[in-house]
T-cell receptor, first 111, second 114 residues
Framework: DTGVSQNPRHKITKRGQNVTFRCDPISEHNRLYWYRQTLGQGPEFLTYFQNEAQLEKSRLLSDRFSAERPKGSFSTLEIQRTEQGDSAMYLC?????????FGPGTRLLVL | AQSVTQPDIHITVSEGASLELRCNYSYGATPYLFWYVQSPGQGLQLLLKYFSGDTLVQGIKGFEAEFKRSQSSFNLRKPSVHWSDAAEYFCAVGPGGSQGNLIFGKGTKLSVKP
C-alpha cells in the first residue's frame, strides 16, 4: 500500500498524559499537513510542513502541541498534558500536484 | 472570511434515486475545489476536484460536480445512488498551486434507504 499511513489508529489516554502520533506520507510528497476533526465537524487545519520546515501553524495549535518532520520524511504530532477537549480524530495528508491525500487518521480519546 | 457551507446536515435518499449535495464557498482568490467522502472511523477519500477548465468534472464511483462561479457553488451529483454510497461527504476549498491548507465544510451525512 503506497498511501498515507498513520499510527496508532486509536489511542485512549488519561487527562494530563502526553501522546504522540506518527504520519508516513506518500513517498516523494514533500508537503505534509495535519488536521483535527471533532464530532460532527469537518477537518480543521493545524499545521503544515514542506520537507522538514514547518511553514504554517493554526491558532488551534496551542503550546501543548508540537509537530516535527525530521529529514522531511515521516512526521510526528505530540500533545502534552492532554485535556478532554483534545479528544478528536487527527488526520494527516500529503500533497501532489495540488491535491491532498489523507491517511486513515488517529482517533484520540482523553478520559 | 474564507468559508465553506454545506447547508444539508443529513440527507436520506432511496437506492437508485438521484442525489445532489450542495456546497457554497466564500474565497478571496480563484479556488481549488474538492469533494471528499468519509466512511465511519475512516480517513477522507478524494472523490473529485476542480482546478480550472471544464466546469463539469467527473470523479470516482460515478460522481460528478459542477463549478458555478456566479453562484460560488460546487454541487456534487450522482444519477443513481447505491447503498454503498452511505457515508459523510465533505466539500473543501483551497488556494491554487500545491501549497496551502484546505478549508472544509461541516459535511453532509448521506443515508440510503433500500
Amino acid at each position: 500500500d503506497t498511501g498515507v499511513s498513520q499510527n496508532p489508529r486509536h489511542k485512549i489516554t488519561k487527562r494530563g498524559q502526553n501522546v504522540t502520533f506518527r504520519c508516513d506520507p506518500i513517498s516523494e510528497h514533500n508537503r505534509l499537513y495535519w488536521y483535527r476533526q471533532t464530532l460532527g465537524q469537518g477537518p480543521e487545519f493545524l499545521t503544515y510542513f514542506q520537507n522538514e520546515a514547518q511553514l504554517e501553524k493554526s491558532r488551534l495549535l496551542s503550546d501543548r502541541f508540537s509537530a516535527e518532520r525530521p529529514k522531511g520524511s515521516f512526521s510526528t504530532l505530540e500533545i502534552q498534558r492532554t485535556e478532554q477537549g483534545d479528544s478528536a480524530m487527527y488526520l494527516c495528508a500529503s500533497t501532489r500536484e495540488g491535491t491532498q491525500y489523507f491517511g486513515p487518521g488517529t482517533r484520540l480519546l482523553v478520559l | 472570511a474564507q468559508s465553506v457551507t454545506q447547508p444539508d446536515i443529513h440527507i436520506t435518499v432511496s437506492e437508485g434515486a438521484s442525489l445532489e449535495l450542495r456546497c457554497n464557498y466564500s474565497y478571496g482568490a480563484t479556488p481549488y475545489l474538492f469533494w471528499y467522502v468519509q466512511s465511519p472511523g475512516q480517513g477522507l477519500q478524494l472523490l473529485l476536484k476542480y482546478f480550472s477548465g471544464d466546469t463539469l468534472v467527473q470523479g470516482i464511483k460515478g460522481f460528478e460536480a459542477e463549478f458555478k462561479r456566479s453562484q460560488s457553488s460546487f454541487n456534487l451529483r450522482k444519477p443513481s445512488v447505491h447503498w454503498s454510497d452511505a457515508a459523510e461527504y465533505f466539500c473543501a476549498v483551497g488556494p491554487g498551486g500545491s501549497q496551502g491548507n484546505l478549508i472544509f465544510g461541516k459535511g453532509t451525512k448521506l443515508s440510503v434507504k433500500p
